[in-house]
Structure formats: structure tokens, C-alpha cells
């Protein structure tokens, strides 16, 4: 899977669309459901699927320079959702699997860029685990059960079992713009 794992190591920056500080860790919403959450480990990758490819930001010029750049990709990654979530909610293929993408912050205020693993969408709330390893954000891990409204989704992706994609249009960017954006 090609996780684009965007990691901001600078206490106090936001590097999305929103400048929400507060935790998103939400727990599930009592008029969803009153019962703790039971959910599926996380599903198995294809070995074809493509490699990790993290990228960090190490300034507040760099962040901005992030963010302005990835921003009409979140902005794609949102307006198709929708139909990425109704094919979910409608079943998709076996073997076929549906991650969203969103920002874990913690109490410094450094924020990192996941992956979450969906167990369900009810309303506007998404549920799963954090699919990926969490390394500049504490009190996250991989494996975790992680709710979160969709006004903070980021992205989406839809893993086959063949090692294919679908969405996952800011991972795809990132790809390409770190290869004229070396490390510095």
C-alpha cells in the first residue's frame, strides 16, 4: 500500500486544511453505538502493493510549502468520498479494502498524517485503526482504534487485493513532488 505517511515534527504546526487543535481521538458517539469498540485487526497488504514512502517536514516554511502544495489533492481526495464511501457501505469485493486518511495530533502540537483502516461509517463518523506506524505523534500506535469525524478526512484509498490502488491522490502527489523536492 502506498502510504504516504506525512509527518510534522514541529510542535504548534497544523499542515491541513483545518487548523482544529483539539483531539480527534473521538470516542463513538452514544446515539451511534453504547458499546466499546470490537473491531477487526487490521487487514493483510499484498506483497505487490507499493512502498511506504514518508516525508517530514522540518520547518514552518517547509509545512506552509506542504500544505499549499498538497491542498488541491485534499480537496480531490474529499470530493470523491462520497461515491468511495457508498461502494463501501454497499460491500466492496473480497479482498478489497477501505482506509481513510487523517491527521493524529497530539498535546505539543505536532501532527502526523495516517492511514485508518475502516471498520464503519455511521453518519458522519469514521472508525477503524490506525494502520501505519505512528513515529512523531504520542500516545498513538499502530493498531489502535481510532474515530474520527469526516470533516477530517484528508484522503481515502481502496487497496485490491492484487496489490492495486484507488484515491489515495495526495499519497500519489506526494510521490512525485518529493522526487523535485530533495530533503535539504
Given at each position: ?11 504548534g504546526l497544523n499542515v491541513g486544511c483545518n487548523n482544529n ?44 510549502e506542504y500544505r499549499a502544495a498538497t491542498a488541491p489533492f ?32 497530539d498535546s505539543s502540537g505536532a501532527s502526523e498524517q495516517v ?70
Amino acid at each position: 500500500m502506498q502510504f504516504a505517511i506525512v509527518l510534522v515534527l514541529v510542535a504548534g504546526l497544523n499542515v491541513g486544511c483545518n487548523n482544529n487543535p483539539g483531539p480527534t481521538n473521538l470516542p463513538p458517539d452514544p446515539e451511534v453505538s453504547s458499546k466499546p469498540l470490537d473491531l477487526p485487526p487490521n487487514p493483510k497488504l499484498s506483497p505487490n502493493a507499493p512502498p511506504d514512502q514518508p516525508f517530514d517536514t522540518k520547518s514552518n516554511a517547509e509545512a506552509e510549502e506542504y500544505r499549499a502544495a498538497t491542498a488541491p489533492f485534499v480537496e480531490q481526495g474529499r470530493k470523491t468520498y462520497p461515491e468511495a464511501k457508498r461502494r463501501y457501505l454497499a460491500g466492496l469485493p473480497a479482498g478489497h479494502n477501505f482506509y481513510a486518511v487523517t491527521k493524529l495530533r497530539d498535546s505539543s502540537g505536532a501532527s502526523e498524517q495516517v492511514f485508518v483502516a475502516i471498520a464503519s461509517v455511521q453518519g458522519d463518523r469514521i472508525t477503524g485503526r490506525i494502520a501505519n506506524d505512528v513515529v512523531g505523534v504520542k500516545g498513538y500506535k499502530n493498531g489502535d482504534p481510532y474515530t474520527f469525524p469526516e470533516s477530517e478526512l484528508v484522503d481515502w484509498l481502496i487497496t485490491h487485493p492484487d496489490g492495486s490502488e484507488e484515491g489515495n491522490v495526495v499519497g500519489l502527489f506526494l510521490d512525485e513532488w518529493q522526487k523535485t523536492h530533495p530533503r535539504k
